[in-house]
């Protein structure tokens, strides 16, 4: 059985997607890991939940990224994880994470990329008044949502609401990442 990290920041509902996803049998995998850079956030919880073993720290306890990530790297190599997927993960990684998993990371975006990149992508794009909004995952790159694409899904929604927005927009991506992730773990 493949073996999985996922990285969170936040609230987890992407985290919690992938682990009902392995707990239920829809992927042949397990999540081996979830780190997460902020200790208090509600994945925390969720992982506890799940019985999902957890690295929950501030780059600031290493020292900076560089040496928060080399800790990353030492348990991910220790576990011996196939892929790594970044959930609502609000950092860019560094070359530490880069050089020792990279071609193995992804991440999920709520927008068309390359349109709306960054923390606000929602907003963004109802501040503009786009009339199609997406999802994307892609492979992860050392530029903020940067990397080739892998999955898109878009929607249509004609209104100034983000949370509406938000709202949709977690529904498909809980399935997309699911989708995507089963589709991966067949090609590595
Ligand atoms: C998700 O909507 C994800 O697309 C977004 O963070 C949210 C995390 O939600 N990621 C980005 O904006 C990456 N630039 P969750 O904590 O409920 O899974």
Redesign the pocket.
């Known amino acids: 059985m493949k073996k999985l990290a996922v990285f ?1 920041s ?6 919690e997607a992938i682990a009902q996803a392995c707990a239920d049998g829809r992927l042949d995998a397990g999540v081996a890991l979830m780190v997460c850079d902020k200790p208090g956030a509600a ?1 925390v919880a969720r992982a506890e939940r799940f019985g999902i073993p957890s690295f929950v720290a501030s780059p600031k306890e290493f020292g900076g990224k560089a040496g928060f990530e080399q800790e990353i790297v030492r348990r991910m190599d220790a576990i011996g994880i196939d892929l790594v997927c970044l ?2 993960y ?1 950092r860019i990684l560094s070359d530490v994470m880069l050089d020792a998993y990279g071609g193995r990371i992804i ?4 927008s068309l990329l390359p349109a709306f990149k ?2 606000h ?1 929602v907003e963004d794009a109802v501040a503009y008044g786009v009339k199609v909004y997406g999802i994307s995952i892609h492979w992860v790159n050392a530029e903020l ?1 940067g990397g080739k694409i892998i999955a898109q899904r878009a929607f249509e929604y004609d209104g100034n609401d983000p949370e509406e927005v938000h709202r949709i ?2 529904k498909i ?1 809980h399935a997309l990442y699911v989708e995507t992730i089963a589709k991966l773990l067949k090609q590595i």
């Open positions: 969170a936040g609230s987890g509902t992407n985290f994945v959930a609502g609000m991440n999920i975006h709520p960054g923390a992508a949502d927009g977690q991506e």
